[in-house]
C-alpha cells in the first residue's frame, strides 16, 4: 500500500506492517493519501508499525498510571525508548496520524508519555513544555489562575 504525506512524500509499506492501523487493513485502496501529516510524522509512525511487525499481542497500558511511575515502568524498553526520543510537537501530531490510521497502542504510548510528563506541572509550566507560542487571553489567564486554587485546596 502507498502512503502519500502532506508534502507528497510516497511511502509504500509492506501489508504486514499496516497490521496495526485497524483503519486501513479493512480499506481496498492501495493509496492513502495522508493530507495533514507531513513525511517526517508519518515515518515516525511507520517505524512504529515496524518496530511491532513481529508484535501479535501488544500489552495494554495499565491505567491509571501511578504518579511515580515513568514511561519505562510501565511499556517495553523499545516502546520507551521510541517515545522519548521524540519532541512533544512530534508526538501531538504523531497522535493525529494514529488516530486517522486507527493505531490504538500508539496513541496510548503518546498519550501516557505525556500524561507522565505533565503530571504535577502547572498550567505555565505545560504550556512551556509542548512549546504553546499562542498567545493566551486575560479571561483564560484568570480562569488557569482559578483553577490553580481550586487544585491546592
Same mark, same amino acid.
Do not use: W
Given at each position: 500500500?502507498?502512503?502519500?504525506s502532506?508534502?507528497? #512524500?510516497t511511502?509504500?509499506?509492506?501489508?504486514?506492517?499496516l497490521?496495526?492501523?485497524? !483503519?486501513?487493513?479493512?480499506?481496498?485502496?492501495?493509496?492513502? +493519501?495522508?493530507?495533514?501529516t +507531513?513525511?517526517?510524522?508519518?515515518?515516525?509512525?511507520?517505524?512504529?508499525?515496524?518496530?511491532?511487525?513481529?508484535?501479535?499481542?501488544?500489552? &495494554?497500558? *495499565?491505567k491509571?498510571?501511578?504518579? *511515580?511511575?515513568n514511561?519505562?515502568?510501565?511499556?517495553?524498553? +523499545?516502546?520507551?525508548?521510541?517515545?522519548?526520543?521524540?519532541?512533544?510537537?512530534? #508526538? =501531538?501530531? =504523531?497522535?493525529?496520524?494514529?488516530?486517522?490510521?486507527?493505531?490504538n497502542?500508539?496513541?496510548?504510548?503518546?498519550?501516557?508519555?505525556?500524561?507522565? +510528563?505533565?503530571?504535577? !506541572?502547572?498550567?505555565? @509550566?505545560? %504550556? &512551556?513544555?509542548?512549546?504553546?507560542? %499562542?498567545?493566551?487571553?486575560?479571561? @483564560?489567564?484568570?480562569?488557569?489562575?482559578?483553577?490553580?486554587?481550586?487544585?491546592?485546596?
Amino acid at each position: 500500500m502507498k502512503f502519500i504525506s502532506q508534502d507528497d #512524500i510516497t511511502f509504500e509499506i509492506d501489508n504486514e506492517v499496516l497490521r496495526q492501523c485497524t !483503519k486501513i487493513c479493512n480499506t481496498d485502496s492501495s493509496i492513502v +493519501k495522508l493530507t495533514s501529516t +507531513k513525511s517526517k510524522i508519518l515515518q515516525k509512525v511507520i517505524q512504529y508499525c515496524e518496530m511491532h511487525l513481529n508484535d501479535f499481542d501488544i500489552p &495494554e497500558i *495499565q491505567k491509571p498510571i501511578k504518579y *511515580q511511575h515513568n514511561i519505562f515502568d510501565i511499556v517495553s524498553f +523499545k516502546d520507551a525508548q521510541f517515545i522519548t526520543n521524540l519532541e512533544f510537537e512530534e #508526538i =501531538i501530531q =504523531i497522535i493525529q496520524a494514529a488516530k486517522f490510521l486507527g493505531i490504538n497502542t500508539l496513541i496510548d504510548l503518546s498519550c501516557a508519555y505525556i500524561a507522565i +510528563k505533565i503530571r504535577g !506541572k502547572n498550567s505555565q @509550566q505545560v %504550556k &512551556e513544555m509542548l512549546k504553546s507560542n %499562542k498567545p493566551i487571553t486575560d479571561e @483564560q489567564e484568570q480562569m488557569d489562575r482559578d483553577m490553580e486554587i481550586k487544585v491546592k485546596k
